[in-house]
């Protein structure tokens, strides 16, 4: 890839090790909702989408409730079991240093993933976020990458989205933006393959290289 001038990251899996907390947490809000358990496999496909639609999916019905069940455990447990991507501050401090711009495109609240970026000391480097409530449609539509791009001032073409779920990859495309898929979060190299991604990295050093060419 030529080298952009932004760089959009998803949150949940691609800057921080959340993947832990979040399928803690569901398994959480059904264990207490007398709902069946399900593996881990299935909460991790859950990720990447806005929490109470996938919900509400899942569980017609009951998705408002398990929701609030849901955000009550994980921000109860939030910053305990959050953890740092090893390399991600200092791909941060580089990328910064060559000049690229940053940004966070999430489908869950902003205020939760300031919290998160906090946590692992990324906040500062952050100069877009666009969370749930920013854009009224949510990927795999592209409209908060286009957000984050338009707050920007750039071209989507301009831009590169870092992410760890197919949604991610399909939003990218969607945008018109470079689409890079990271293997150490929720999505597995399979899945992520099968959504044709510009390109598909399996550590940071290997996405640093990428993103700096």
Known sequence: MS???VALFDFDGTLADTIPLIVQSFHHTLATSGLPAVDDVEARSW????????????Y?????????TY??????NHDELIESVPGMPELLNALTDG????????????ETVRQGLRVVG??????????????????PDPQPLLYAAQRLGVAPSDCVYIGDADVDVLAARAAGMYAIAVTWGAGTAEVLRGSEPDALVDS????RDLLLR
């Open 3 to 5: 080298l952009r001038p």
């Open 71 to 76: 955000r009550e455990w994980n921000l109860a």
């Open 122 to 139: 990324l906040a500062d480097q952050i100069d877009v976020l666009a969370g749930m409530d920013e854009t009224p449609r949510h990927k």
């Open 47 to 58: 990720i990447g989408r806005p929490l109470q639609p996938v919900l509400e999916d899942r």
């Open 99 to 110: 000049g690229i711009r940053l940004g966070v495109v999430s489908s869950k609240k902003a």
């Open 204 to 207: 940071v050093d290997e996405l």
């Open 60 to 68: 017609p019905g009951r998705g408002a409730e398990l929701t609030a």
